[in-house]
């Protein structure tokens, strides 16, 4: 480290009742762009967090299509004007969010149609961030880990989305859900960053991947390896 000090992504997260799924706004703190992760019904507090920041947004990008995770996708499109992206093995999903949201005694809009899916692993960029995707299916069969970083330096902030939970793992009973398919996406992509890597996941607090390769109840045990 030089004496100038470390600049820090911008990084705003927000959840609501009753399912308290985490939405998330990460910006360069020197360009001003950035990017909106899984908007849904916390959208509003996402959009507060836009203008507070002053950031132009370039994309909204879903980590997978559980309607929890995208009901805000139309509000958050209709404010911002950008395009949405989603893993193509997930649209089954985001096309039936309506029917998704019944199957939880829960009304749900239908939501405008994705803009581009990802094709090979980006980046995506803001600013001087680049946003890298890999896919991890197993939670949903489009569900996909986005990593994060400035394109000139090596570390990464991983979404993970549903896939990975500080001290648990995303459930596999869904539509396409996976067990040993979630385990293998979590041994072969998400444990190959650095254990300092921050992880964000879909729901619940921050972990970092150090922290569930060596306690993560799931991923310890002699019968899931
Ligand atoms: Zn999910
Ligand atoms: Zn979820």
């Known amino acids: 480290m030089g004496l100038e000090q470390a600049h820090t992504m911008i990084l705003e997260t927000a959840a609501v009742p009753p399912i308290a799924k985490n939405g998330y706004v990460i910006g360069c703190e020197e360009t001003r762009e950035g990017v909106l992760i899984d908007p849904g019904d916390e959208v509003d507090q996402l959009l507060d967090a836009v203008r507070r920041h002053a950031l132009s947004i370039r994309y909204i990008l879903l980590t997978h299509a559980h309607f929890d995770h995208v009901t805000g996708v139309g509000r958050a499109k209709r404010e911002l004007g950008v395009p949405v992206g989603l893993h193509r093995d997930d649209e089954f999903l985001y096309r039936a969010v309506v029917q998704q949201g019944a199957a939880f005694g829960l009304p749900v809009e239908p939501q405008p149609p994705i803009d ?34 400035k394109e000139a330096e090596q570390s990464r902030s991983l979404f993970v989305g549903d896939t990975l939970f500080a001290g648990s793992i995303g459930r596999t009973d869904l539509p396409g859900g996976d067990t040993a398919t979630l385990l ?37 045990s002699a019968w899931s390896s």
Do not use: M, Q
Request: glycine share 16%; net charge positive; aromatic share 16%.
């Open 116 to 149: 581009f899916f990802y094709e090979g692993a980006g980046p995506w960029r803001f600013g001087h961030y680049g946003v890298w995707v890999s896919h991890t299916p197993g939670h949903s069969p489009g569900g996909v880990c986005l990593a994060v970083g």
């Open 184 to 220: 293998r996406s979590i041994r072969e992509v998400l444990f190959k960053f650095p254990d300092e890597t921050p992880v964000y996941s879909g729901h619940g607090e921050s972990t970092t991947i150090g922290r569930e390769r060596k306690t993560n109840p799931f991923l310890n």
